[in-house]
Antibody, heavy 119, light 107 residues
Framework: QVQLVQSGAEVKKPGASVKVSCKAS????????IHWVRQAPGQGLEWMGW????????TYAQRFQGRVTMTRDTSMSTAYMELSRLRYDDTAMYYC????????????WGQGTLVTVSS | DIQMTQSPSSLSASVGDRVTIICQAS??????LNWYQQKPGKAPKLLIY???NLETGVPSRFNGSGSGTDFTFTINSLQPEDIATYYC??????????FGQGTKVEI
């Protein structure tokens, strides 16, 4: 069965960087884009971007351009999301997700990684 | 960017009630609209994809309809386990893929 398992919670200081991993199993890793979605405490869902595991090519939401880097390691079936120059308002749960097929619907989600930015 | 306006932001209903949530897109997205349920501390769960298709394993009391810019999500006969926040999400055209603001359903 399809599984996305994310790395553990992180606490970072303002200005630092964080790198979250998402290990995929149960399907061909290069066959589906991995998306990243975040959710600040008590807030809604915000799409951050995706990476094509086949080509390694990312697409980022405009508001994260210049601060986010999405990469992958096909040998490990793992995608990564690195966010730099962290601010207090980057405190959020970060999810990786995969679409269910040809539809752009997220049928599979990681369990989430809580990133806390605190001095 | 395509904006998704979801309403209401919260609602209170009784067990057995029909609950309706509206999502409006700022431009035509055909049927590229999905609905998710999120319970506290959990990742969202896909309920309806492509506006009206029920995801495998999801109870048939959940229903979606609409196309273009106006979409409706309905829970027929609300159950206690349906207490959650519901989000619409569009993936039409180019990125970004955007979500509605969410609707918190309470009993």
């Amino acid at each position: 069965q399809v599984q996305l398992v994310q790395s553990g919670a992180e606490v970072k200081k303002p200005g630092a960087s964080v790198k979250v991993s998402c290990k995929a199993s149960g399907y061909s890793f290069t066959g589906y884009y991995i998306h990243w979605v975040r959710q600040a405490p008590g807030q809604g869902l915000e799409w951050m971007g995706w990476i094509d595991p086949n080509s390694g090519g990312p697409t980022y939401a405009q508001r994260f351009q210049g601060r986010v880097t999405m990469t992958r390691d096909t040998s490990m079936s793992t995608a990564y999301m690195e966010l730099s120059r962290l601010r207090y308002d980057d405190t959020a749960m970060y999810y990786c997700a995969r679409v269910r097929g040809t539809s752009g619907s997220y049928g599979f989600w990681g369990q989430g990684t809580l990133v806390t930015v605190s001095s | 960017d395509i904006q998704m306006t979801q309403s209401p932001s919260s609602l209170s209903a009784s067990v057995g009630d029909r609950v309706t949530i509206i999502c409006q897109a700022s431009q035509d997205i055909s049927n590229y609209l999905n609905w998710y349920q999120q319970k506290p501390g959990k990742a969202p769960k896909l309920l309806i994809y492509d506006a009206s298709n029920l995801e495998t394993g999801v109870p048939s009391r959940f229903n979606g309809s609409g196309s273009g810019t106006d979409f409706t999500f309905t829970i027929n006969s609300l159950q206690p386990e349906d207490i959650a926040t519901y989000y619409c999400q569009q993936y039409g055209h180019l990125p970004p893929w955007t979500f509605g603001q969410g609707t918190k359903v309470e009993i």
